[in-house]
C-alpha cells in the first residue's frame, strides 16, 4: 500500500519546510510514503526547500498556472508511480500534517473513496464574518449540487483513492476542490467529510485577490460543471424559468386586447415574445447539451479504462 503526500506550491519559502516536517512516515496500513511537491512557478525560495527537505518527487512548472492545473500534475504524477492513496495538503501550514494519518484511515478501511477536512469554517475566528458566511453559503450549494452532504466543499486537505485517481478528471482552471466533489457524485465515488484542526495564516489567498473575486469564479466554476455534468436539468430549468418570465407580459397583451385596448400594450407582447422563444432556445440547447455530455462520459470512460490499463502495464 503506497501512500503519496502531493503540496502544490507557489511561492510558499516560509512554511513548506514546516508542512514537510510535520507528514508522518510510518502509519499503520501503508507500506511506503512519499512526498510530492508541485512547484508552480514559485519565485522564491521554494524549490530549494524542496531539495534541502529530500522530498522523494518534485514537479516544477515554468511558470505559475494556477492550483487547479498544479493539483492536475500531482494527479498525473501519482498515477505514474503507482499511488494507492494520494494526500493533498496546502503549503501554506493551514493544515495539520500529522492528521495525516486520521484522514486515509476511512480510505485503508475501503468505507469511501474520497475524505475531506472539514475545518468547520463558519466557526473559524481567524475567517471574517463575511468569509464565514459566504463558505457556509458556498459549502451548501455544492452539497446541493452534488447530493453529497459536504460542510467545508473549499478544504483542500484531501485524501483520495485509487479508483478515484482513476475517475476524476480536472477541467477547471481555477480550483480543484469544487469540481472533485460534484464529478465525485456523477461517477459512483463515496465521499466522507471528517473533523480536522485549522491554522490562521497570515498570508491572503492566493486563489483570488478579494472574496468578490473568489466568489465570481467559485460561480462561474459551478456553473461550468452542471452543464458538464447535468446539462439537460440546467438548461430545461433555465428555459421553464424564461418561459415563465415571458408568460406574463404576454397574458397582460391578450387580456387588454380581448378588452379592445391591445395596441396599446403591443410591447408587453414584444417583451413576452422575446422571453418565450429565448426560454425554448433553452429547451432545445438543453438537448444538444445533453447528447454532447454523453459523448463527453464515453470519452472519459475510456480515459479512465486507459489509465487502468496503464497501470496494469506497468
Excluded at 124 to 137: C, G, N
Excluded at 179 to 190: D, M, N, Y
Excluded at 205 to 223: D, G, M, P, W, Y
Excluded at 280 to 301: D, H, K, M, P, Y
Aim: charged letters at 25%; aromatic letters at 8%.
Amino acid at each position: 500500500m503506497k501512500l503519496v503526500v502531493q503540496i502544490p506550491c507557489y511561492n510558499e519559502a516560509a512554511t513548506l519546510a514546516d508542512v514537510i516536517k510535520d507528514i508522518p512516515r510510518k502509519i499503520v496500513g501503508v507500506d511506503c510514503i512519499e512526498i510530492l511537491v508541485i512547484d508552480d512557478g514559485s519565485r522564491d525560495e521554494s524549490y530549494n526547500i524542496a531539495k534541502e527537505c529530500q522530498v522523494d518527487h518534485i514537479i516544477r512548472h515554468p511558470v505559475n498556472n494556477g492550483l487547479a492545473d498544479a493539483f492536475r500534475s500531482g494527479l498525473d504524477r501519482c498515477r505514474e508511480l503507482d499511488a494507492d492513496i494520494v494526500v493533498n495538503i496546502d503549503a501554506d501550514n493551514q493544515y495539520d500534517a500529522k492528521e495525516i494519518p486520521m484522514l486515509v484511515q476511512p480510505i485503508l478501511e475501503q468505507h469511501c473513496d474520497v475524505v475531506v477536512g472539514n475545518r468547520d469554517p463558519s466557526n473559524l475566528v481567524h475567517f471574517s464574518f463575511a468569509k464565514r458566511v459566504m463558505q457556509k453559503l458556498g459549502s451548501r450549494v455544492v452539497s446541493i449540487l452534488s447530493k453529497i452532504d459536504i460542510p467545508d466543499a473549499t478544504s483542500g486537505f484531501r485524501a483520495y483513492s485509487k479508483d478515484a485517481l482513476f475517475k476524476l478528471t480536472i477541467e477547471t482552471d481555477f480550483s480543484h476542490s469544487l469540481e472533485t466533489l460534484v464529478q465525485a457524485r456523477w461517477k459512483g465515488l463515496r465521499v466522507v467529510s471528517l473533523p480536522i484542526r485549522a491554522r490562521h495564516t497570515e498570508r491572503a489567498s492566493r486563489l483570488a485577490s478579494s472574496n468578490r473575486e473568489f466568489v465570481f469564479k467559485s460561480i462561474a466554476t459551478l456553473v461550468r460543471v452542471v452543464t458538464f455534468y447535468r446539462p439537460l436539468s440546467f438548461y430545461w430549468s433555465l428555459g421553464a424559468f424564461m418561459g415563465l418570465l415571458g408568460t406574463a407580459p404576454m397574458m397582460r397583451f391578450l387580456w387588454f386586447f380581448f378588452n379592445g385596448d391591445g395596441r396599446g400594450h403591443i410591447q408587453s407582447l414584444v417583451i413576452g415574445g422575446t422571453f418565450v422563444i429565448i426560454g425554448t432556445s433553452c429547451l432545445l440547447f438543453g438537448v444538444l447539451a445533453n447528447q454532447i455530455n454523453s459523448n463527453r462520459r464515453l470519452l472519459e470512460e475510456t480515459n479512465e479504462r486507459l489509465r487502468r490499463m496503464d497501470y496494469q502495464n506497468r
